[in-house]
């Protein structure tokens, strides 16, 4: 343990004597000495003992918890702490001069220290030099990629339980960015998100990803799916149809109607009725009849202002497979 700085600086100091002798010469016929140029840069240390030294548990920056996630099985081959991945450097670049202080008394940060000051590219690199499986297959060109978030944004790798992996803890961090949504899936009808109900039963129903995914998706805002009707299709599989009498603007887009998150109208509508449907429909008759205070009670009881307006006739308004259901009546 004692005699670890010593050989890292011996690492450190024999690596620039082969560079000043071979360095550059040796670069362009073989190619292969190539790393020899890397002199300058910091050089590993012995590995997770020497760190553990001074980060284990009731320390000032403990870091023992990064072996109860998946990425502290060491039997994993391809794990940060399994045979030749370098232990905690896997993540915090080579880092041995971190380990010992400087003759000022200070000590150099380890190589990658995950702060906001890191440019977001050298951070994700960190991640992406194992992570590159089919997971993050659409990461780069992504919104979030797009828009320099971290993966560490979002992810809490230290934590034994990482909070977004959690579908009722896993809203919150995608709030820390996404107030709007949060509000959205605070209105009297929406979608029973963890947050969003006081009410126990729908506690963490559904977490964001059971839409979205967030490390970037085939769809328009990063959805799992292709389109918002085939997302919608995973849990309201009935909507589907196939319908004898299909209506038209369902099957064209479900947000022609709905919102996803929430609305304060109620079955998430983008407006309330019969205004909802009168926003297309034009034609003689009740279907664009001026409906107004006038036909709720005392009074009038006008059927297209109560209760389900429109819809206490119209009630197949996904469509019908009646056959005689032309008009979404039965
Ligand atoms: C001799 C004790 C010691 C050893 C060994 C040690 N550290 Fe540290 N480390 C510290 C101390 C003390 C701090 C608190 C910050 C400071 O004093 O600079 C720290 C801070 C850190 C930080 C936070 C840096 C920041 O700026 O936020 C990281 C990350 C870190 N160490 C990783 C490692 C890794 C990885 C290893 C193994 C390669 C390691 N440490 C080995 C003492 C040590
Ligand atoms: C999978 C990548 C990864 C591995 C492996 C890893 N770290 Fe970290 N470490 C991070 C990230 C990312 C942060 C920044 C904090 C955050 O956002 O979670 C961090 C932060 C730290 C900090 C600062 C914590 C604080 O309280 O400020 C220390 C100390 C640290 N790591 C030490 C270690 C040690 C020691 C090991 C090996 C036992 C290790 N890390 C393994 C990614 C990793
Ligand atoms: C040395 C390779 C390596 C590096 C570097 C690495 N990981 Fe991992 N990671 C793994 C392995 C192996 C697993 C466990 C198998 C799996 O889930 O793919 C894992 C699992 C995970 C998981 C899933 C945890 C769970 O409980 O399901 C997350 C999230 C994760 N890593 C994020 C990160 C982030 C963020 C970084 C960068 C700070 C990072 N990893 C760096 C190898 C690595
Ligand atoms: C916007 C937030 C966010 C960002 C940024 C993010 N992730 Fe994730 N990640 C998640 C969520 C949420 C899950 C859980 C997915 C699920 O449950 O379907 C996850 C799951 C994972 C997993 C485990 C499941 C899997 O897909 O293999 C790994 C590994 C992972 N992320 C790595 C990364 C890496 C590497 C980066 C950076 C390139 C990154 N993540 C960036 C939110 C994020
Ligand atoms: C560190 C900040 C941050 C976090 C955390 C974050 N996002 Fe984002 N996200 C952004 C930014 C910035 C944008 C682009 C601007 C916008 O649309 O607000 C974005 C855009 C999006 C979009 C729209 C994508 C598009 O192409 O239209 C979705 C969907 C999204 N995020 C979902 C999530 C989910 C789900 C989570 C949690 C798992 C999450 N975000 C966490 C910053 C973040
Ligand atoms: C039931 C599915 C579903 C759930 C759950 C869901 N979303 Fe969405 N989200 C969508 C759809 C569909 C869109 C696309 C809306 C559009 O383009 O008309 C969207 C759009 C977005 C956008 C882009 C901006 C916007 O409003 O158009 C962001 C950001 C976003 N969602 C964040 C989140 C966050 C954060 C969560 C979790 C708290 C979440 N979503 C949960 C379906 C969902
Ligand atoms: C991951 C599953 C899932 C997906 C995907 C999903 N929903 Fe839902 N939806 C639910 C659940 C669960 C409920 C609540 C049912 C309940 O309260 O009994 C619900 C309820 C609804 C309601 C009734 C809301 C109310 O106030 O009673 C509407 C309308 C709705 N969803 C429309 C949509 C639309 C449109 C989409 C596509 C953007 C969609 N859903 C995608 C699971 C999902
Ligand atoms: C023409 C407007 C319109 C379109 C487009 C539309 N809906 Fe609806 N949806 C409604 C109305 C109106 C209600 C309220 C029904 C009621 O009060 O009985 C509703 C209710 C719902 C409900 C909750 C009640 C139930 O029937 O389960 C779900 C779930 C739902 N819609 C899903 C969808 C999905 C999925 C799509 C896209 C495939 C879609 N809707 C497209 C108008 C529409
Ligand atoms: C986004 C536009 C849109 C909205 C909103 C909408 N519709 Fe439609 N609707 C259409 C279109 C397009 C057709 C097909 C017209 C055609 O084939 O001539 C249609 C057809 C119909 C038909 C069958 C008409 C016939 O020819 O017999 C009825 C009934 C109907 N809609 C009722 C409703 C009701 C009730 C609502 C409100 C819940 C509603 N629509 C909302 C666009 C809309
Ligand atoms: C009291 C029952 C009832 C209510 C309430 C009702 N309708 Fe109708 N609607 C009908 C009947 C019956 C037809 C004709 C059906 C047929 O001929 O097969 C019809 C026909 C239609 C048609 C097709 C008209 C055409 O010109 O071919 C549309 C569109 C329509 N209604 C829209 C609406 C809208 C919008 C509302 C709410 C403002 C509404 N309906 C409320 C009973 C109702």
């Known amino acids: 343990m004692q005699r670890s700085p010593d050989i890292a ?5 024999t690596s620039l004597t082969l560079a000043l002798l071979f360095g550059f010469g040796a670069a362009g016929p073989a190619g ?6 890397t002199a300058d840069e910091p ?3 012995r590995g997770v003992k020497q760190c553990m030294a001074c980060h284990k548990e009731g320390r000032e920056k403990p870091a023992h918890e990064v072996f109860f996630t998946t990425m502290g099985i060491t039997g994993d081959p391809s794990s940060p702490f399994a045979e030749g991945n370098h232990d905690c450097e896997a993540c915090h670049g080579p880092s041995a001069h ?3 202080k400087q003759k000022d008394g200070t000590r150099l940060p380890p190589t990658v220290t995950f702060s906001d000051k890191e440019p977001v590219e050298t951070q994700n ?5 194992c992570h590159t499986d089919a997971g ?10 797009l828009e320099a978030v971290a993966c560490v944004d979002c992810h809490d790798v230290h934590a034994a339980n990482d909070p977004i992996l959690a579908l009722e803890t896993q809203p919150e961090v995608c709030y820390q960015c996404h107030q709007e949504q949060r509000a959205q899936f605070l209105r009297q009808s929406r979608h029973p998100v963890q947050g969003s109900t006081a009410s126990l039963s729908q506690v963490g ?4 990803t059971d839409c979205h995914q967030p490390h970037g998706g085939p769809g328009p805002a990063n959805l799992i799916r292709n389109t918002i009707n085939e997302q919608c299709y995973d849990c309201h599989a009935e909507k589907r149809g196939p319908f004898l009498w299909e209506h038209a603007p369902v099957q064209e887009d479900c947000s022609n109607c709905h919102v996803p998150h929430g609305s304060n109208y109620e079955n998430l509508l983008v407006a309330r009725q019969p205004y909802l449907c009168q926003q297309c429909h034009l034609g003689n008759f009740h279907v664009s009849a001026v409906y107004s205070g006038s036909g709720l009670p005392p009074e009038g009881r006008d059927q297209r202002m109560l209760g389900k307006q429109c819809m206490n006739c119209h009630v197949q308004v996904h469509g019908s497979n009646h056959p005689g259901g032309i008009s979404q009546t039965r």
């Open 9 to 13: 600086r011996f690492l450190k100091t």
């Open 32 to 37: 292969a000495a190539g790393d020899e140029d």
């Open 43 to 45: 050089q590993y240390s």
């Open 98 to 100: 971190h380990i010992r």
């Open 125 to 129: 690199a960190a991640c992406m030099s």
């Open 136 to 145: 993050r297959f659409h990461w780069p060109g992504s919104t979030h990629d």
């Open 205 to 208: 129903l559904l977490g964001c």
